[in-house]
């Protein structure tokens, strides 16, 4: 059950992160100035957190979806989804483990340094 | 909450619906098929855009107005933009079927989903196909000596 609500609840994130983001990619059509201004704020250290989450949530999205594909249509998946839903786990714990150090260090690098 | 909705146990059966394609099934497959496809173009989207170079500091006009420049990176970024939409409103579509029970707010929200992804969809793929990196440029403007060499 929890593998579903986790599906639902980073889902919904997803989606609304997805709909200002192609809003503010869309500024990249009226200037330069108006573009950097807005994703300037994506490198503020708070939103660095906030980028942590969302790339949790569209691993952790990307890997159970993947986990429910094969639960679909491959029978031995079927009998053994929760052990895959642990795989599902450490693959997360591998991949955010491999993010989060990296761009944390690369958005709190930047404090008190400017640009 | 209403329980009109729910058949009793032991109604007699009634026959599935024949006519006209299975709108469900269809949506079924989509979100297995553009969900494999979203991991690929995603994944490489945050590998190359947050891990490569400076990180989301190399994140800025000039980066974006690069990538732009290739119809390698148009494309990517424009399927993954519908395939995206199409698969989130869609989810999103599940769960407000799940939880609404009040049928005419149902169909408000699935109606706005679709409204709102159709509109997404058609602004983002306006904007990587009519970039010009010259549009907008101000004479204070980062980008005011490139465009006046051209």
Known sequence: ?????????????????????????????????????????YKNPIMGIGEVALVGAVAYHAYNGLRIILVDVWSWAT????QLWWGVIGLWLVTMLAFTPRHLMSVFAEIGGGH | MSTAAIADPRAPRTAPRRKGPNLEKWGWIYMRASGVLLVILIFGHLFVNLMLGEGIHGLDFAFVAGKFASPFWQWWDVLMLWLALIHGANGMRTIVNDYVTHDGTRRILVWALWLSAGFLILLGTLVVFTFDPCQGVIESGVMWETCQAQ
Not at chain 1, 13 to 24: E, G, K, P, R, Y
């Open chain 1, 1 to 41: 059950m929890w593998s579903w609500v986790l599906h639902r609840i980073t889902g919904i994130a997803i989606f609304f992160f997805l709909l200002v983001h192609v809003l503010d990619t869309a500024l990249i059509r009226v200037s330069p100035e108006a573009y950097n201004a807005v994703i300037g704020t």
């Open chain 1, 79 to 82: 009998r053994h989804q929760r």
